[in-house]
């Protein structure tokens, strides 16, 4: 039996970094470790969708994924995504941590449902406003944010919405560039 598949693409432009890099002599061309470094890309994510049976003809209609473009213009797009965990955390956003006895504030991190955390603008109200726009621009995660792990948490996110609609996700792709991109099958 067949099933049918489509597909939604979305655009974003972003920032990331990947602080666990490491490269294997031999295979990569060079020794530099770019991707440590805080960096950004135009990137594009395609999330395809999976039946075995239409509904009016289709597996869904495409306007039911405009809740994720809207998620991507409002969370993701030209914003900066970093790992909690990451050393730089505390050197990138010192409003969490007391100077004085490294204390970390963690009540100002505000938990979202989508698995992501922002800084409450509580946090930084009384700072100058090019760093009050630094940290509005600034998403955290519990992962270290490649292409990959990007894309599985969009999948987990998309599954978890469309599921409610009997619609299936088959995978997310995650292009950083033209040339690269990561897939999550489900």
């Not at 960096?39 to 289709?58: A, F, R």
């Amino acid at each position: 039996m067949g099933k049918w598949e489509i597909a939604k693409e979305i655009s974003l432009c972003y920032g990331h970094r990947v602080h666990n890099q490491e490269l294997i002599e031999g295979y990569a061309t060079d020794t530099c470790l770019a991707c440590r470094h805080l960096h950004g890309h135009q990137g594009t994510i395609i999330v395809y969708l999976e039946s075995g049976e239409l509904k009016n003809g289709m597996v869904t209609d495409f306007k039911h994924l405009g809740w994720l473009k809207q998620f991507v213009d409002d969370v993701l797009d030209h914003k900066f995504i970093m790992d909690i965990n990451d050393p730089l955390f505390k050197h990138e956003v010192p409003c969490l941590y007391d100077p004085d006895d490294g204390y970390f504030w963690a009540e100002w991190l505000l938990n979202h449902p989508e698995g992501y955390k922002t800084i409450s603008p509580e946090a930084y109200e009384n700072e100058p406003q090019p760093i009050q726009e630094k940290y509005e621009g600034m998403v955290f995660v519990d992962f270290v944010p490649t292409s990959e792990n990007l894309a599985k948490w969009l999948h987990g996110i998309v599954s978890e919405k469309m599921a409610k609609i009997g619609v299936s996700v088959s995978r997310v792709q995650l292009f950083e560039t033209p040339k690269s991109q990561a897939n999550y099958f489900g």
